[in-house]
């Protein structure tokens, strides 16, 4: 997996959640052609406190954050924006609470 210092950077600086549009490269492996292929994913923060992750103008996954004075934890590969998803319970504070 392959990511842009410049979009990571600009991540890291986002704690006050200003709208922000970005795009960010990633390289997913292709079983039938046995290739890495690049992808292009646009990645959206808003005001209201979520981040979306779109290809192609399709949302792949939206994420509602609950503290505004977190930064907003960015997904490093594409199997993070697709298959991941909490399980444990979020605790008074609307924080992540498990393992």
Do not use: A
């Amino acid at each position: 997996m392959n990511s842009n210092n410049k979009t990571d950077q600009s991540c890291q600086q986002t704690t006050n959640w200003e709208e922000q549009t970005f795009e960010k490269e990633f390289y997913s492996f292709n079983k039938q052609s046995y290739n890495n292929e690049k992808k292009i994913i646009q990645i959206k923060i808003t005001s209201d406190q979520k981040i979306i992750y779109s290809q192609n103008g399709q949302n792949l996954r939206l994420v509602e954050c609950h503290n505004i004075f977190e930064q907003p934890e960015i997904f490093n590969n594409l199997d993070q924006i697709r298959k991941l998803s909490w399980q444990g319970q979020l605790d008074k504070n609307k924080k992540k609470d498990g393992k």
